[in-house]
């Protein structure tokens, strides 16, 4: 009989604006989602109950942890004026950012393992209260973290990091140093090795293109990215490159590659919502605990058509259930 204890996850219903409600529900209306992890809803009971009559579920409730049913902690929070639909807003960031809030302090208390969220808008976001440049950068600093971090895109067999994120493409040059590339490999490593791969193969991206050209492009290859990846080398990291990144993703794509590392947001976003947009994950890596969402937007363009595609909410709770799972039977055995 298996007595590791389930996963504990903090769901939030992301931007009240756009499908995020939407999603959580369906997720939560499926059997083996309360049957995989104790799922703790962060939401008010209205709240919760307009979106599942909207998507036509019902959720299973209970006020303790118990297979087949979520935990609902309604803190009577929400506001008193309706929250307008399909645009931003300060109201939708301001009640996005509270439930995230919450959820990190139930992560600092050691209360959860995980914390999966459903998509959210960065201008409503910043509107609301949040002044750092991302939620990545956010939470970090909730969690009080300050090492190494990057947002990880994961398909089903292909993970990516990013040396650089979200700054404007002008200043990333700026930003690729042989640091921060192995920095990015390492931490994609580490990932990969915690998720249940023994040795990845982490392919490398290019910054210019045809890598460079020898120089003849641009000499970030040679002066930062290559001297990169040879220091993970020199730590026992199966890592390759530079590639040039219009071809890469094929190469990853048929298998030759576990994870890519890519030097912007976009040369890996592109490539990844190419592969499969319905399945794409988006992790907040290196940070201590496991944040997962997917990786669209808040879709405003079908809210309340009740058409929003579960697949990568799916996909972003079996990863949270996945590592959290590693984390509590970590946490049970000590």
């Not at 750092?132 to 067999?157: I, Q």
């Amino acid at each position: 009989m298996n007595t590791t204890p389930l996963p504990r996850i903090a769901l939030t219903l992301g931007d009240p604006a756009g499908v995020g409600p939407e999603l959580a529900v369906k997720l939560l209306a499926k059997p083996e989602t309360t049957q995989a992890a104790e799922v703790y809803v962060l939401a008010d009971a209205a709240e919760l109950k307009a979106a599942a009559q909207a998507a036509g579920v019902e959720i299973p409730l209970s006020d303790t942890p118990k297979p087949g049913f979520a935990v609902l902690l309604d803190d009577n929070s929400a506001p008193a004026e309706p929250i307008p639909a399909k645009q931003v807003s300060q109201a939708a960031g301001a009640r996005t950012l509270h439930q995230l809030t919450r959820a990190v302090a139930m992560a600092n208390a050691g209360e959860v393992e995980a914390i999966l969220f459903t998509p959210l808008n960065k201008t409503s976001l910043k509107l609301g209260g949040m002044h750092e440049e991302d939620e990545l950068r956010w939470f970090a600093k909730e969690l009080n973290y300050d090492g190494t971090t990057s947002e990880l895109n994961v398909l089903p067999g292909l993970w990516t990091a990013r040396v650089t994120s979200h700054i404007p493409v002008s200043e990333v040059a700026e930003r690729i140093t042989a640091p921060n590339v192995t920095n990015a490999i390492r931490l994609l490593h580490s990932v990969l090795v915690d998720s249940g791969l023994e040795n990845p193969r982490i392919a490398v991206c290019a910054l210019n293109p045809h890598a460079g050209e020898n120089g003849n492009f641009g000499r970030e290859e040679i002066d930062h990215i290559a001297p990169g990846i040879e220091d993970a080398r020199t730590e026992g990291i199966d890592a390759t490159g530079p590639f040039p990144s219009d071809t890469v993703f094929l190469a990853a794509k048929r298998g030759d590659f576990d994870g890519v590392v890519t030097m912007y947001h976009d040369q890996g976003q592109i490539a990844m919502k190419l592969i499969g947009f319905d399945r794409g994950v988006t992790i907040q890596g290196g940070l201590p605990i496991v944040i997962a969402t997917p990786a669209h937007g808040t879709a405003f363009d079908i809210v309340g058509k009740n058409i929003a595609n579960l697949g990568a909410t799916e996909h972003a709770f079996e990863l949270a259930v996945a590592v959290g799972s590693r984390i509590r039977a970590a946490k049970a055995a000590v």
